[in-house]
C-alpha cells in the first residue's frame, strides 16, 4: 500500500504560479507511474501530467507549455510547476501513485485546493 501527501496548493491570479508537490511512502515498486489529476466542481477527474520513472512524461493539451512535472526517484516525489495559471485551472488537484505491475491498484492523496482568480 502506498500513502500520497500533496501539499502546495492555494490562490493566485490569473497569469500567477503555483507549484505542487507530492510525497509517496509505503510499498513503492521501483518502476511506477506517478502522475497529477484534477476535478472542477461538476466535472470528472482529469488527466493534468504524468511521469514514468524513466523520466517520460504525457500533459493534458489545455497544460502543454504552461506545466512541466518532475520527480526525484530517490525521495519518491513528484512535483508540477504550473506557470501562467488560468481560471480554468480552477479545481482540486490529486496526487496518484501506480505500480508498473499488472493489476496493480492505483493510490490517490487526499486532494490540495487550486484557485485561480481572473
Known amino acids: 500500500q502506498v500513502q500520497l501527501v500533496e501539499s502546495g496548493g492555494g490562490l493566485v491570479q490569473a497569469g500567477g504560479s503555483l507549484r505542487l508537490s507530492c510525497a509517496a511512502s509505503?510499498?513503492?515498486?521501483?518502476?511506477?507511474?506517478m502522475g497529477w489529476y484534477r476535478q472542477a466542481p461538476g466535472k470528472q477527474r482529469e488527466l493534468v501530467a504524468r511521469i514514468i520513472s524513466d523520466g517520460s512524461t504525457n500533459y493534458a493539451d489545455s497544460v502543454k507549455g504552461r506545466f512541466t512535472i518532475s520527480r526525484d526517484n530517490a525521495k519518491n516525489t513528484v512535483s508540477l510547476q504550473m506557470n501562467s495559471l488560468k481560471p480554468e485551472d480552477t479545481a482540486v488537484y490529486y496526487c496518484?501513485?501506480?505500480?508498473?505491475?499488472?493489476?496493480?491498484?492505483?493510490?490517490w492523496g487526499q486532494g490540495t485546493q487550486v484557485t485561480v482568480s481572473s
Open positions: 509505503g510499498s513503492i515498486f521501483r518502476i511506477n507511474t
Open positions: 496518484n501513485y501506480r505500480a508498473a505491475v499488472a493489476g496493480s491498484v492505483a493510490s
